[in-house]
């Protein structure tokens, strides 16, 4: 391993430690010296991953960065400070999120489950919603590398299912899980930053995502009922089959009785205890949630009596997945910089303006409409959600909008579900493509483009209600 990949995973560690360092002590040449590794990080990551991959990263930061010269009044240096500070309390969690994962893959939870359920997955309508409700679920712990995880276990159920249908049935299933999780879930960073940065309600929030998950959730299994008609295919005999196969080299009903205790205690104490201390403390749900997942994550290894297997999994994360997120991080950092020059431009006072322009012309038309469907653009210029969000409620957090935050969360995170469906070129579809083998086009577009129109019209139809009453 090179210098500069050692040097690059050691950057990248001590700035997330020195965002949690200078939340609770705000030190001049701490958040000085935190800008800087930041710079650096970016330095060491373009040598990394040469310049050919850095293209977007360098385009925001240098678009940014000529913004600041231009528009950005006080020293440019303390400009450039803030900038490579703007995104940090998204690094730091995403940092810290792979944690949870350990716990998840320490025991065989979900194939416990699976075995303890197995009745209720007997037939195609059932064995969909199965698939959907344990990536949902599972998505909370693995974010989008639940899609992989779920694909190959369902995968070793049918083992012996092949072809476009079999792969329609189960592609659309993990995404669409995956794409509604955006909508509602704590610990995905996008949603996350969303409710910070729009400064919504955490509960009515997560209240009115869970609400408007479950009826397109309904939705997606009526859908997938319908797509199965058009193969003039029964999947449930197979399925029937390939479980009772299963069946026969599954554990006993207590251990799965027991381990499927054991995981829904760790979903209720992970995500029970962020929401509790978040409506207790005065800490910003950027830091509390990476605080509870150390804490928990630490917790669980203990009781389990593995201290050993968490310092293990710590060294592993360190020394070999810190710097693959190297390119994620620039993304995030160089956001950053052009988020606070855009601020500093005026733009928000532009938009505003511009929607009491077209309003004046067609007095129903107001920004809620198009929220989404920006999101979904710069999704198809392969802007993940994640820095999407980033850029949009950045670019929000300036305007004083006169809607409830909780709905323009709810607008902003459509679009990224909708963009998750559908764009070939961000992260979900692309794992999905390379798992199932299918190009990212039919595993996005051409397999949920109805179902995404349907999800937008859903979510406006209750926005726009929300708005008139």
């Known amino acids: 391993m090179g210098i500069t990949t ?122 969909y919603t199965g698939v959907m409700a344990f990536t949902h679920i599972i998505s909370y712990f693995l974010l989008f590398g639940a899609i992989p995880m779920m694909y190959h276990f369902v995968n070793d159920i049918l083992k012996h299912q092949r072809g476009e249908v079999w792969e329609k049935f189960k592609g659309t299933a993990l995404l669409r899980a995956f794409a509604l999780s955006t909508l509602w879930v704590i610990s995905i960073p996008s949603f996350a930053f969303a409710v910070e940065a729009l400064n919504a309600s955490l509960s009515v929030t997560i209240l009115q995502g869970f609400l408007v998950t479950a009826a397109a959730m309904i939705v997606a299994i009526v859908f997938s009922y319908f797509e199965e008609k058009h193969y003039a295919i029964d999947l449930t005999a197979e399925i029937k089959t390939e479980i009772n196969t299963v069946l026969e080299n599954s554990s006993n009903k207590k251990q799965q009785k027991h381990k499927t205790l054991e995981f829904g205690s760790l979903f209720i104490t992970l995500f029970g205890t962020i929401f509790l201390a978040y409506d207790m403390l005065n800490v910003e749900l950027m830091m509390l949630i990476p605080i509870v997942i150390i804490i928990w994550s630490g917790i669980y290894f203990l009781v389990k009596k593995r201290p050993k ?66 999101v979904v653009v710069l999704g198809f210029m392969g802007l993940g959600p994640l820095t999407v969000m980033v850029l949009v409620a950045g670019i929000l957090e300036s305007i004083s909008l006169p809607y409830a935050p909780e709905l323009v969360v709810l607008s902003v995170t459509s679009g990224s579900a909708i963009s998750i469906l559908l764009s070939p070129l961000i992260m979900p579809v692309i794992v999905l493509s390379h798992t199932n083998q299918m190009s990212p086009l039919k595993n996005g577009f051409k397999f949920n483009y109805k179902y995404a129109i349907l999800l937008y019209v859903m979510v406006q139809v209750y926005v726009q209600w929300m708005v008139s009453t």
């Open 309 to 374: 297997r968490l310092i293990s999994e710590m060294k592993e994360y360190y020394l070999n997945e810190l710097s693959q997120q190297a390119y994620q991080f620039s993304v995030l950092t160089s956001a950053g910089v052009m988020i606070f020059s855009l601020n500093q431009t005026g733009i928000g006072k532009l938009i505003v303006e511009s929607i009491h322009a077209i309003q004046g012309i067609w007095p129903f038309i107001n920004i809620l409409y198009f929220l989404p469907l920006i």
């Open 6 to 127: 050692r040097g690059l995973r050691f950057v990248i560690f001590l700035y997330a430690l020195l965002y949690f360092i200078t939340y609770f002590l705000e030190n001049k040449t701490l958040i000085g010296l935190h800008a800087i590794i930041g710079f650096i990080m970016l330095l060491l990551a373009v040598v990394h991953l040469k310049i050919y991959h850095f293209k977007l990263p360098l385009f925001l930061f240098l678009t940014g960065f000529s913004l600041m010269l231009v528009f950005a009044d006080g020293s440019i240096l303390e400009n450039l400070q803030n900038g490579l500070l703007q995104m940090s309390n998204i690094i730091g969690l995403l940092a810290v999120v792979p944690m949870i994962s350990w716990v998840l893959r320490s025991e065989p939870y979900i194939e416990e489950i699976i075995g303890l359920a197995h009745n209720f997955l007997d037939t195609s309508r059932k064995f």
